[in-house]
């Protein structure tokens, strides 16, 4: 594996959700204010996540956009390609970049050529050999224009990536995220898994590296996806698991009646309405 692969140790094994929910809420101010940054000055952001099915790419890039401002961020999620889209391969992507002021999140980016497609026979090997010949240097001068790229991904291993398949299929608010081409895949690990380490080996620089993310736990992976941004865009010296929530939480008691985990409008509402 290349020595530019940057494997991501996490400070939240064992989170609990109560410090997961303060920690995210921590981490997304942060975000918000890179966002800002970008917004203002005009800079370009591009996080891609890439991983197999069930690897929780969606559900990561959620809470990254949770609570930034819509008109400043996009969400980029391509379905099957047409016959120029496949021809021209970096063309498509090109066209889907961040503009001045804009970050924009591709779930599954264009290294979709460097894995499932060639696992799956979705791309000739000529098209797949020119792609890995080209793709870092396509990256480089991308980023020598200025483009913030940062490329996740998130690896889950098979018994938990079952697991999900499983639970999709048993919940009916779930079940259209499951497929049968994801099935075809999961029938295809060892071959994916190939073409995978040769896209760590081949694909990663000091300038554009690989950020693994270790996420067998979604909510480990969710809050070491979005430090790993802050500390590299934002706040670098930010420090995990203080327990101090951004969102200062009142109590008041009102006709013996206790209420507690109040925001200031709920607590501010509460005294008018004793007061009245």
């Not at 497609?117 to 000739?124: D, F, I, L, R, V």
């Not at 697991?163 to 919940?171: A, D, G, V």
């Not at 029938?187 to 760590?200: A, C, D, G, I, V």
């Not at 929530?245 to 607590?267: A, M």
Request: charged share 30%; with cysteine.
């Amino acid at each position: 594996m290349s020595k530019d692969i940057n494997k991501l140790e996490t400070p939240y094994k064992g989170i609990s959700i109560k410090d997961y929910n303060v920690e995210k809420r921590r981490l997304q101010l942060e975000l918000l204010n890179i966002q800002q940054d970008i917004a203002t000055n005009g800079k370009r952001m591009c996080i891609t996540f890439d991983g197999r099915d069930a690897a929780g790419k969606g559900s990561t890039i959620l809470r990254f956009i949770e609570n930034l401002i819509p008109k400043h961020y996009k969400v980029v999620e391509l379905g099957i390609p047409t016959k120029k889209e496949t021809k021209y391969w970096f063309k498509r992507y090109e066209k889907r970049l961040p503009k001045e002021g804009e970050i924009v999140f591709f779930d599954r980016s264009w290294y979709n050529r460097a894995t499932i497609e060639p696992t799956m026979g979705y791309c000739s090997e000529k098209q797949y050999k020119y792609f890995m010949n080209k793709v870092l240097d396509w990256e480089h001068n991308l980023i020598d224009k200025g483009l913030m790229l940062t490329k996740f991904y998130l690896s889950v291993d098979s018994k938990h990536q079952l697991e999900r398949f499983q639970e999709r299929l048993s919940n009916p608010l779930k079940f259209w995220k499951f497929s049968k081409n994801d099935l075809h895949a999961r029938k295809k690990w060892k071959t994916y898994t190939n073409y995978k380490l040769q896209m760590f080996s081949h694909t990663s620089s000091k300038k554009s590296p690989w950020i693994i993310v270790e996420a067998n736990s979604k909510i480990e992976a969710r809050l070491t996806a979005m430090l790993h941004v802050i500390r590299r865009f934002g706040a670098k010296d930010f420090v995990p698991l203080t327990g101090i929530d951004v969102i200062k939480k009142y109590s008041t008691q009102i006709n013996g009646v206790v209420f507690d985990d109040l925001s200031s409008l709920q607590y501010t509402t509460l005294q008018e309405l004793a007061g009245s």
